[in-house]
């Protein structure tokens, strides 16, 4: 089993230039499937989730490749719609090729996604706009086939603004006839940026002022080369981990405007980030009060644990509301490990700030998770070991050297030690 040895050895220094954003990646590969191909995927980042994402891809028949950062996806060849077996199930975002396979072979069949470590996440609304698009859904136990004679416009208002089902709206509207509106849909940056790569091809996207998406479908979509934002969530990891370790660092390539929310509350703790990507601590750091969780622009879920572990090295009281997923504060028994004061009431964490965290064995939950305890670590007195390592290769493309370049003593270990 690998697991992570990390040793804090003081503030992090030095320059960084961060992956490919992974929530682009996903819809964006499953977009790939509509439409004229080759496409041409830059920027794309060699994580475990893309790499399950191309696996899918080519267990239907699409021809895939990858020359360093660039992935090359030709769907000339789909033979079949059934997006199953161990990587479909292991990756959540396989529910995303629901839309793109509607809308280009007029059928999907996919294992129903189970609950993940930290959520119950069901797909409700992703059958619902499907069905509002003219599809018809079949549920078996464990396995849902969907198809349609051709998808239709339709106007659909989504319950709670859903990523994925937002985006899966997208897919299944570009193919439809006519005109598709969907109302409160997701304001992600990757949503937007799914939208970027279908205009770039062809589709005709718009955003009205209350924020409804307004799809006009079957436009022809035409072969592109697309390049991929930084991964937002990649570097607000490392401006927590700037944060715990009192650090001083630069991230060239950071997104600033797409951070907003998150760079708000680091600055409020005592950290300077500014615009060109210069971020450093300005101890002591300080507690925030009261934060919750929320859809973009507000503060990211995906944050949350990073900036849990922050805020446990931070004088004075924050307390974290978690207000997306059911079961996302499970970070906060491992730091408890480490000397962290946190107690959970209900969906919040209390945490009273500490100045001095210890290095202990510990265990990833989940990806992000996995992420925050790396950052609490590197500000920990004395040697971590880190188990999960899988988690975390989900998301970051090699967290040991991008840490490494900015000083850490961070290391990949294989060992037998159970952790
Ligand atoms: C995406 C991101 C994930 C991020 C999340 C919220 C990807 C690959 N993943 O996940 O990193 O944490 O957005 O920003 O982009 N819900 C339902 N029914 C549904 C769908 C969602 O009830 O059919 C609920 C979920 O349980 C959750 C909330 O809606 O409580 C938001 O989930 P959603 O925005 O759909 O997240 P994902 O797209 O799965």
């Known amino acids: 089993?690998?697991?992570?040895?990390?040793?804090?050895?003081?503030?992090?220094?030095?320059?960084?230039?961060?992956?490919?954003?992974?929530?682009?990646?996903l819809p964006i590969l499953a977009a790939c499937l509509i439409g004229e191909g080759p496409c041409v995927i830059e920027?794309?980042?060699q994580i475990r989730d893309v790499e399950d994402t191309l696996s899918i891809l080519n267990q239907l028949g699409v021809r895939t490749g990858r020359k360093a950062s660039a992935v090359s996806v030709d769907a000339s060849g789909i033979r079949n719609a059934s997006v199953r077996g161990l990587q479909a199930e292991r990756i959540r975002s396989?529910?995303?090729f629901l839309g793109a396979l509607l809308g280009r072979m007029g059928e999907a069949v996919f294992s129903r996604p189970g609950g993940c470590a930290?959520?119950?996440?069901?797909?409700d609304l992703h059958l619902e706009v499907m069905e509002v698009l003219g599809a018809r859904i079949f549920q078996e136990e464990e396995i849902i086939h969907a198809d349609v004679k051709s998808l239709?416009?339709?106007?659909?208002?989504?319950?709670m603004p859903s990523v994925g089902a937002t985006e899966n709206g997208i897919l299944a509207a570009v193919c439809a006839d006519g005109e598709t509106v969907i109302e409160n849909a997701a304001r992600e940056p990757e949503v937007e940026e799914l939208c970027r790569f279908l205009v770039l091809r062809g589709a005709k996207i718009l955003r009205s002022p209350d924020g409804a998406l307004h799809i006009w479908g079957k436009r022809p979509l035409s072969p592109v080369q697309f390049s991929l934002q930084p991964d937002r969530i990649v570097a607000g990891t490392y401006l927590c981990a700037a944060a715990c370790c009192k650090g001083k660092i630069r991230i060239c390539n950071l997104p600033y405007q797409e951070l907003e929310a998150p760079i708000g509350i680091l600055e409020k703790m005592g950290m300077k980030v500014a615009p060109d990507g210069n971020i450093w601590a300005n101890p002591p750091l300080k507690g925030i009060g009261y934060l919750a969780t929320e859809p973009y622009p507000g503060f990211p879920t995906d944050l949350q644990p990073p900036l849990m572990a922050a805020l446990c090295t931070a004088g004075g009281q924050s307390r974290l509301c978690e207000t997306i997923f059911d079961n996302r504060l499970t970070t906060a028994g491992q730091l408890r490990k480490m000397g962290a004061h946190i107690e959970i009431r209900?969906?919040?964490?209390?945490i009273d700030g500490t100045s001095c965290l210890h290095g202990e064995t510990v265990s990833a939950p989940d990806l992000r998770g996995?992420?925050?305890?790396?950052?609490a670590a590197l500000g920990a007195k004395g040697e971590t070991m880190l188990g999960g390592y899988d988690y975390i290769a989900r998301g970051y493309e090699n967290i040991c050297r991008d840490l490494k370049s900015l000083g850490a003593d961070?290391?990949?270990t294989e060992g037998i030690t159970d952790l």
Do not use: D, F, H, W
């Not at 040895?5 to 961060?18: A, S």
């Not at 996995?370 to 950052?375: I, N, R």
């Open 43 to 45: 920027n794309c980042p």
């Open 370 to 375: 996995g992420a925050a305890l790396v950052c």
């Open 410 to 412: 961070i290391n990949l």
């Open 152 to 159: 239709r416009g339709a106007s659909i208002r989504l319950r």
């Open 1 to 25: 089993m690998s697991y992570l040895k990390i040793v804090g050895n003081g503030p992090l220094t030095g320059e960084i230039t961060v992956q490919g954003s992974k929530n682009a990646a």
């Open 118 to 123: 930290i959520g119950s996440r069901p797909i």
């Open 346 to 350: 209900g969906n919040c964490a209390v």
């Open 94 to 96: 396989s529910v995303l």
